[in-house]
């Protein structure tokens, strides 16, 4: 027989029932606390795996495009390559906006290169100029490159007194004629057709000018080359509008001096959008 209850039990009852009610959903907010806790906690952690294991981007991709060996007999490497002009860093050579890169309309009395040397005093003897340090003293002697500078006639110094060359957009080694040339990485290579170069106008039929698209959307140019490898030549001939897929290392050219005074392979490098970069400011360079 269920007895009434008494108003102490009652009273007891309804406390228990609240207390139940009460600590219910203090689970539920502790439950919501400590979800928005492991939230914080995940971003936190997903932030500190950002800041801690950046994904490594890996920007050298281009290996030295003249075959030979350096003076203890290795490989040539971006590093031992005689570089007779540099890229100018001045002016109008890396200005995307500038129509007339070079020559007479970039000519600002002066050159820069990548490291920051800066060529600002006597010029060169000879057309286009390159300029000697105001206070004389040979270029890159920190050994970054292997600068042997153009040897000019009546130059007063050594040839790596004067940096070459004013609004020039490129690389230039030095080689014999008919020295390799290699593909500094994979893709597709064309002659230049007419209005191809947006920097010099020049094209196949005027400088041998040549250009490879690779894959990550960067293009190589060379120009003045003696001719191009055989195999490739036959590909193309006159047609600019074939291409011929080149493997890294392959042997494409060769060094020459069409369009040109003296024997050297000319060497540019454009990003994506076709602007000219340096590749040894860039780090594109695999050694
Ligand atoms: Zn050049």
Request: charged share 25%.
């Amino acid at each position: 027989m269920k007895l009434p209850l008494s108003n102490t039990e009652k009273i007891l009852n309804a406390l228990v029932v609240f207390l139940r009610s009460l600590f219910s959903k203090l689970v539920i907010v502790n439950e919501e606390v400590l979800d928005k806790a492991e939230l914080i906690i995940e971003k936190q952690e997903e932030k500190a795996k950002d800041i801690a294991f950046p994904e490594p981007t890996k920007k050298s991709f281009l290996i030295c495009p003249i075959q030979g060996m350096d003076i203890n007999g290795k490989p040539l490497t971006s590093c031992t390559v005689r570089v007779s002009s540099i890229l100018d860093h001045s002016g109008t050579a890396i200005d995307p906006g500038s129509k007339n890169r070079w020559g007479k309309n970039a000519k600002n009395q002066k050159v820069k290169a990548f490291n920051g040397e800066i060529g600002d005093g006597e010029p060169s003897a000879e057309v286009p100029y390159g300029y000697t340090k105001k206070t004389l003293a040979p270029f890159f002697s920190s050994n970054e490159i292997n600068y042997v500078g153009a040897a000019g006639n009546g130059d007063k110094y050594g040839p790596t007194y004067y940096l070459n060359y004013d609004g020039h957009a490129g690389y230039d080694f030095s080689y014999p004629k008919l020295t390799s040339i290699v593909a500094p990485a994979s893709g597709q290579l064309r002659k230049a057709a007419p209005g191809d170069d947006l920097t010099y106008g020049a094209n196949w039929n005027t400088d041998h000018s040549f250009y490879i698209k690779h894959d990550n959307g960067y293009i190589t140019w060379f120009r003045h080359c003696e001719k191009l490898n055989d195999d490739i030549e036959t590909q193309i001939l006159g047609d600019f509008s074939k291409e011929c897929f080149v493997e890294k290392g392959k042997v494409i050219a060769y060094v020459g001096k069409v369009g040109t005074g003296s024997v050297h392979l000319h060497f540019e490098v454009l990003d994506d959008r076709k602007i000219i970069v340096d590749p040894y400011e860039k780090q594109l360079w695999e050694a």
